[in-house]
């Protein structure tokens, strides 16, 4: 007799319930897949959007710090249309006209803050040899930088490891047409001193186009070219522009500072060695007022004879002017936290042809 097996009444749930696990498996990988893109996504656009802001805003605050340079521009133009001189009594040189001048540009946010410099108020570097036969020092030149020196290393309360005459004679034979023939007296640097450096490089033989190969002369160490403690590095007294033209298309540097507007470090270098703390008389001089007006006339080279002082002394009529076309215009602008800085040096000159007034950008970096 047959007799049949019972059914299994539970096989089907079991094979139904596999199935089910299965799906919710798929659909969990899906899932998964699914949120990692959309994870993935979401950092891409947020990435993007965050890119385009940034952008965004660097180029506004580019525009806006160069609409601050132009318009340091026509405030140059406009005080040469007035006047010859250039003296920290004029609108370019006080910050409170310059920023009303600023003002007038108006932006939906943000501020700007721009400063005029001028060049010739600081000691033209490329000066102290006779150029363009840059093989002897100009006398007047040496003293200038035996005075700097001398003033600077005072300031540090511990000295400086090196040397003024070291300083001065490499500079020269960094400047001088010479070619590698000779040093100048018994501690200047040719090119054999400094191929011999980590990492090597030569001599220059030649003007400075840019004020950086200060810090790569003999005894110009980093305390000395970038300043500590407070006081000023050469990096702020120095220039390299103020070129002018000696005939028959070439050029020369007449080493002139305005010494109306030079800062106090280069004014004691003007002086003579023993009158050198008379250089913040000069400077206070310059800007002392009575009732917001200007008290003094500093229009004129030998107003340095009228302080408190100073009459017996005389400064060579070689060395100071009142008068420059060479400036920075440092403009920095600044929105939402994030600022952007413009170092321009223009030269206020004449356009050929229409004669009018320009200012010709001669380098313009962005900081």
Not at 76 to 88: G, M, S, V
Not at 271 to 290: C, F, G, H, S, T
Not at 342 to 349: E, G
Request: net charge negative; proline share 4%.
């Amino acid at each position: 007799m047959f007799i049949a097996k019972p059914k299994n009444k539970h096989a089907p749930e079991r094979r139904i319930g596999n199935q089910h696990g299965v799906a919710i498996l798929v659909a969990i990988g899906v899932v998964a897949v699914l949120l990692t893109a959309g994870l993935a996504l979401n950092q891409r656009i947020r990435s993007s959007v965050t890119d385009a802001v940034r952008i965004r805003d660097e180029l506004v605050l580019s525009q806006m710090a160069v609409s601050g340079a132009h318009a340091a521009m026509i405030m140059l133009i406009n005080d040469r249309k007035a006047n010859d001189t250039d003296t920290l009594q004029e609108d370019w040189a006080n910050p409170e006209k310059v920023a009303e001048m600023m003002a007038l540009m108006p932006f939906e946010d943000g501020n700007l803050d721009v400063r005029i410099v001028d060049e010739r108020g600081k000691i033209q570097v490329n000066a102290l040899v006779k150029f363009p036969e840059g093989r002897q020092f100009v006398a007047t030149q040496r003293t200038l930088w035996e005075r700097l020196l001398e003033h600077v290393f005072s300031l540090f309360e511990a000295q400086p490891d090196s040397d003024p005459n070291m300083i001065i004679n490499s500079l020269k034979d960094w400047l001088d047409s010479g070619d590698d023939d000779a040093i100048t007296g018994l501690s200047g640097a040719e090119s054999d001193y400094y191929e011999g450096l980590e990492p090597p490089y030569s001599c220059k033989n030649g003007p400075m186009d840019n004020l950086g190969e200060v810090a790569l002369i003999q005894g110009v160490t980093p305390q000395l070219y970038d300043g500590a403690g407070g006081v000023a590095g050469l990096s702020s007294l120095l220039t390299v522009y103020g070129a002018t033209a000696s005939g028959n298309s070439r050029f020369t540097f007449d080493g002139k500072i305005n010494i109306s507007t030079a800062g106090i470090d280069v004014l004691a270098a003007l002086l003579p060695m023993e009158n050198a703390d008379l250089a913040q008389a000069l400077a206070d001089y310059r800007v002392a007022k009575a009732d917001e007006t200007f008290v003094n006339d500093i229009a004129q080279a030998g107003w340095y004879k009228n302080v408190p002082g100073a009459g017996g002394i005389s400064i060579d009529a070689n060395l100071i002017t009142v008068s420059s076309d060479f400036f920075r215009i440092i403009a920095t602008a600044k929105r939402h936290q994030k600022s952007y800085t413009l170092n321009v040096v223009v030269q206020r000159q004449k356009a050929q042809g229409t004669g009018q007034w320009e200012c010709k950008t001669l380098n313009w970096q962005v900081e």
